[in-house]
């Protein structure tokens, strides 16, 4: 076999689980980047990749994304939502709003939540289960420190989050989640792959425990610092059922590299 023909690395489908490839476009995206979205829609509506993908934009963006997206594969989610459906929260945005927007799904509890707004993770699963009063695919991400890593504490401090904020109603179709070490976050850096897949072991270990067959079916991203260049084999390690994609999936060419893991 030479070279070019060599198969490409399995990466996990396995389970019956179908990956996600999400991309978290945090406070960045003005009008002018929806040729960005809407290259990827092509893309992927040309060559279907053996998993689901979802761009997270700014909310400012949702509904001329739900648009664009309409009739495709692209599937739209928010950032953050507010616990509540409606009512007196000056510049928040409902789970519910976000549904009527064209959302699918939203990210809870990311660590820039946490760190800028000091989200604690009873706020999260707040948040998570008005996603799901929504319907809305709750999206709950949790990761260590750097120093927390360097303590010897990940797997506690991912325990404790999950413990607290996924809440009691999560199934496997309602619920995503993204283990996100904070460190690794924007930095370039991921840990290593036995360290990924330590982690992801220990969250689907957790999930199935406390869902049964439900836990052992929900979704569990790896984010932080995914590249086209290394999405392959991190989307390999067994239990990473996709990726939570920050700056990678701002460009429609770099999105579509990592999407491309997964064949699209
Ligand atoms: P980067 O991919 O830019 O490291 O961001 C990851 C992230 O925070 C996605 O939610």
């Given at each position: 076999?030479?070279?070019?023909?060599?198969?490409?690395?399995?990466?996990?489908?396995?389970?019956?689980?179908?990956?996600?490839?999400?991309?978290?476009?945090?406070?960045?995206?003005?009008?002018?980047?929806?040729?960005?979205?809407?290259?990827?829609?092509?893309?992927?509506?040309?060559?279907?990749?053996?998993?689901?993908?979802m761009l997270c934009p700014p909310a400012t963006l949702t509904m001329v994304?739900?648009?664009?997206?309409?009739?495709?594969?692209?599937?739209?989610?928010?950032?953050?939502?507010?616990?509540?459906?409606?009512?007196?929260?000056?510049?928040?945005?409902?789970?519910?709003?976000?549904?009527?927007?064209?959302?699918?799904?939203?990210?809870?509890?990311?660590?820039?939540?946490?760190?800028?707004?000091?989200?604690?993770?009873?706020?999260?699963?707040?948040?998570?289960?008005?996603?799901?009063?929504?319907?809305?695919?709750?999206?709950?991400?949790?990761?260590?420190?750097?120093?927390?890593?360097?303590?010897?504490?990940?797997?506690?401090?991912?325990?404790?989050?999950?413990?607290g904020a996924v809440p009691d109603e999560a199934t496997a179709a309602s619920?995503?989640?993204?283990?996100?070490?904070?460190?690794?976050?924007?930095?370039?850096?991921?840990?290593?792959?036995?360290?990924?897949?330590?982690?992801?072991?220990?969250?689907?270990?957790?999930?199935?425990?406390?869902?049964?067959?439900?836990?052992?079916?929900?979704?569990?991203?790896?984010?932080?610092?995914?590249?086209?260049?290394?999405?392959?084999?991190?989307?390999?390690?067994?239990?990473?059922?996709?990726?939570?994609?920050?700056?990678?999936?701002?460009?429609?060419?770099?999105?579509?590299?990592?999407?491309?893991?997964?064949?699209?």
């Amino acid at each position: 076999m030479t070279e070019a023909k060599k198969p490409a690395a399995t990466v996990n489908a396995g389970a019956g689980i179908r990956p996600l490839v999400a991309g978290n476009w945090k406070m960045n995206g003005l009008q002018a980047a929806l040729g960005e979205a809407i290259a990827v829609r092509d893309a992927i509506l040309a060559s279907p990749p053996k998993a689901d993908v979802m761009l997270c934009p700014p909310a400012t963006l949702t509904m001329v994304l739900a648009e664009i997206a309409k009739g495709g594969l692209l599937q739209l989610g928010g950032q953050d939502c507010h616990s509540n459906a409606s009512g007196a929260h000056t510049g928040d945005v409902s789970a519910e709003m976000l549904r009527d927007a064209g959302a699918t799904a939203v990210i809870v509890g990311h660590s820039e939540r946490r760190t800028d707004h000091g989200e604690c993770d009873r706020d999260i699963r707040a948040k998570a289960s008005a996603a799901h009063r929504a319907g809305l695919v709750a999206i709950v991400c949790v990761g260590e420190t750097a120093g927390e890593r360097a303590a010897g504490l990940t797997l506690q401090v991912v325990a404790r989050q999950l413990a607290g904020a996924v809440p009691d109603e999560a199934t496997a179709a309602s619920t995503v989640v993204a283990y996100e070490p904070v460190w690794a976050i924007g930095t370039g850096l991921t840990p290593t792959l036995a360290d990924v897949a330590e982690v992801h072991g220990a969250i689907r270990k957790a999930l199935a425990a406390r869902f049964g067959g439900e836990g052992e079916r929900m979704r569990i991203l790896y984010g932080g610092s995914v590249k086209p260049q290394n999405a392959r084999e991190l989307m390999a390690v067994p239990n990473v059922d996709g990726a939570l994609v920050g700056g990678a999936s701002l460009k429609a060419s770099d999105f579509l590299g990592i999407i491309a893991a997964y064949g699209g």
